[in-house]
């Protein structure tokens, strides 16, 4: 028999059965659905990352530390760490525990910039301005941040430079200061002037030396800590991008030359000062990932630890194939279970049509056809679990999809479910050959059928 | 020519034993009709079975167009069936649920014939038992005598050189019998295949032009009504 044959007889044969069949598949139907939503969502969650990375970091820079501490991926290293004028403690839990941190030095700045193939270093300046205001307006707390070029943010009003720095005394304000600075609206505000303040750290020596010199009758006023107020331009009011990786408040953005005098005055005499967690560095003909490539082993041989942002988004990545892999194991359990499903269904299936069988087989049809006829039955009914759960999957990723995008806000344009036509219809393929490999034993048993006793059933 | 040759069929082990077919010898012309009757457990059924090729007998020979059955392997037995045999049951065996046209196809797909030729072959096999208007309705809603037909233009559809019937009418009332008798000896007549009914009706067995009775296992009676066969 032509398996062509073979095929058309399984399937009107299904039809017969209707309810049973669709019973049937409905168990592999939910697998499909599960496997189906799981790759789209994996799908959908790689895109965003891919876009957020791109979006926020220059694939022709690196991340240089002189500590992998500072990607923080992994257990923190607990061990004593040798005291070194470098190291820095930072808080990283609520509980007040912290984590020792090897800093980036004005010595390791200059090495780096000695080096060839690194064009330019950016220093991550950790900026503290007291507060913002603006004539007659009262005074806000803030967090700001050296514009980066790699990162975009979306913008309210006004312009952005397009790839270079702002220009000393221009500034980005985010949209949550416009109405609270007394601006109509984020248009007005562009233009318009704003201060910063910023302070001196105290620098008057120890308690016993202050003692001393009051004391001795000294004036101690000068030495309070200095403060200064900063004049700037808006040129741009920022709003929250959806491919920002700024969890907290959106900050202010200020240029280069500008953060560098807010940093020194407001650290200078401190311990950190001048030392850095980590710094930006934009490597020459980085667009080309061999040179960076290149650039991070001649660094690490060098003791620094470096970071593209390959690797950012490969460390990403890697949990979401983790989590898509978790999800994924309860969708194949489903799979698992509607093979049981598939297999009672073909032995009554065998056992309603022994007369049928007993006939084929009268009539010269080989135990191979038999066999094969009774698979693709089963084949079938993986054929339509699969079009049933991936269609489902399909028409529900769809209608929720603009729905979730909001609720994560994702940004226009993004969907968490991505469905991709190729891994539907390799997944519905394999559903199938699932599907037949469970039709076997019922296959089996109605090959092995003697023709003569099953015609004998009355 | 379908040759049996000192055929027994021992079914059991040991103690058990059940000798259905008892050391029969028996040969048909090519073309004839033949009756094998008895009553039940005289060994009909199985004498049609090792004939057909479905069981083997425990001893002896059988040998049909000058190929003995039993030396064939089993997928050249199967390709032998579906080529030159069919069957026609007392119960029909006719699939309810798909429709005549579907019903008759089967043989042909079974027999890979060509594709191209099974449309007309079926057309013909259902015009030959007057079923052509029906070929698109389910077979569930035939009669019985109806079906019985369908089952015979399946049985036909490949113009097998033998039909072995099992109990033709048996389901049936004498005038729908007497329809079905007609149409199988038609067929005989038409495509001159040797056709073998298995009955205990002694007025169809009387119809035949060869009778065969058999009483526990063993041929206790031949009749030849005048000349047999073509050769």
């Known amino acids: 028999m032509h398996v062509t044959d073979v095929i058309r007889r ?17 168990a592999i139907a939910v697998g499909g659905f599960t496997l189906t939503a799981t790759l789209a ?23 240089i530390g002189r500590d992998k501490e500072v990607s923080n991926t992994g257990a923190p290293d607990t061990k004593p760490k040798e005291y070194d004028e470098s190291v820095a403690s930072l808080t990283v839990s609520g509980d007040g525990s912290s984590v020792q941190i090897k800093q980036v030095t004005q010595s390791d700045l200059d090495e780096l910039r000695s080096l060839p193939y690194i064009e330019q270093i950016r220093e991550n300046y950790q900026l503290s301005i007291r507060y913002i205001t603006r004539s007659g307006q009262k005074r806000f707390t803030l967090s700001a941040q050296t514009f980066n070029p790699a990162q975009k943010p979306e913008l309210k009003a006004g312009v952005l430079p397009s790839s270079a720095d702002f220009a000393a005394g221009e500034i980005a304000l985010p949209d949550g200061y416009v109405s609270v600075l007394g601006f109509a609206d984020a248009n007005e505000a562009i233009g318009q002037e704003i201060s910063l303040n910023i302070a001196q750290q105290f620098n008057g020596g120890s308690a016993e030396e202050l003692l001393v010199k009051i004391r001795g009758g000294q004036d101690i006023s000068m030495l309070a800590p200095a403060e200064k107020n900063l004049s700037f331009k808006i040129v741009a009011i920022t709003k929250k991008a959806a491919t920002s990786i700024n969890f907290g408040t959106l900050p202010v953005l200020l240029s280069s030359q500008d953060a560098k005098e807010v940093y020194d005055f407001t650290t200078s005499g401190s311990a950190n000062y001048g030392k ?126 603009p729905w979730i995008t909001t609720k994560l806000d994702l940004g226009a344009g993004n969907s968490l479910l991505v469905f991709e036509p190729i891994q539907i219809v390799l997944l519905i393929l394999s559903l199938v050959i699932v599907a037949i490999v469970a039709g076997f034993l019922p296959a089996r048993k109605a090959a092995k059928l003697d023709p003569i006793e099953a015609l004998r059933t009355e | 020519m379908i040759k049996v040759k000192n055929v027994s069929k021992i079914y059991g082990k040991k103690a058990n034993t059940f000798r259905a077919l008892d050391d029969v010898s028996l040969e048909i012309p090519d073309g004839s009709t033949v009756a094998i009757v008895g009553k039940s457990g005289s060994g009909k059924s199985t004498l049609m079975h090792v004939m057909g090729g479905l069981d083997h007998p425990t001893s002896g020979t059988v040998t049909v167009g000058g190929k003995q059955l039993s030396k064939m392997k089993p997928k050249v037995l199967d390709a032998f069936r579906a080529g030159e045999m069919s069957f026609v049951f007392q119960a029909f065996f006719v699939e309810a649920n798909q429709t005549c046209f579907q019903n008759v196809m089967l043989p042909l797909e079974i027999a890979e014939v060509s594709r191209s030729s099974r449309a007309a ?39 097998p050189k033998l039909i072995f019937a099992d109990e033709p009418t048996g389901n049936l009332d004498s005038v729908t019998g007497e329809a079905v008798m007609k149409t199988l000896f038609d067929m005989n007549k038409k495509l001159g295949s040797t056709l073998i009914i298995v009955t205990h009706d002694h007025d169809l067995a009387a119809r035949c032009q060869m009778q065969v009775e058999l009483k526990d296992g063993k041929i206790v009676n031949r009749k030849k009504a005048g000349k047999v066969g073509k050769k």
């Open chain 2, 121 to 159: 072959k079926v057309k013909e096999a259902l015009a030959a038992v007057q079923l052509s208007e029906k070929s698109h309705a389910k077979a569930r809603n035939l009669s019985g005598g109806q079906k019985q037909r369908l089952a015979i233009a399946r049985s036909i559809v490949n113009k």
């Open chain 1, 10 to 26: 399984s399937g009107r044969s299904l039809r017969s059965a209707k309810a049973r069949t669709i019973l049937t598949s409905l």
């Open chain 1, 41 to 63: 969502a994996g799908n959908g969650v790689r895109e965003y990352t891919n876009r957020l990375v791109a979006s926020n970091f220059d694939p022709a820079e690196l991340i």
């Open chain 1, 276 to 401: 850095f967690m980590f710094v930006n560095a934009h490597i020459k003909d980085g667009a080309d990932s061999n040179r960076i490539v290149e650039a991070q082993s001649d660094l690490t041989a060098r003791g620094y630890f470096t970071l593209s942002s390959k690797e950012i988004q490969q460390s990403i990545t890697q949990i979401v194939n983790f989590l898509q892999i978790l999800v994924g194991v309860f969708g194949l359990i489903t799979v698992v279970a509607s093979i049981f499903g598939i297999v009672n269904t073909q032995y009554i299936s065998v056992l309603e049509r022994t007369r049928e069988i007993g006939l084929m087989k009268a009539l010269g049809m080989r135990s191979r056809d038999v066999r094969r006829l009774f698979m693709l039955e089963a084949g079938w009914i993986g054929f339509l679990g699969g079009v049933i759960g991936s269609g489902a999957a399909l028409i529900v990723g769809s209608l929720l999809n």
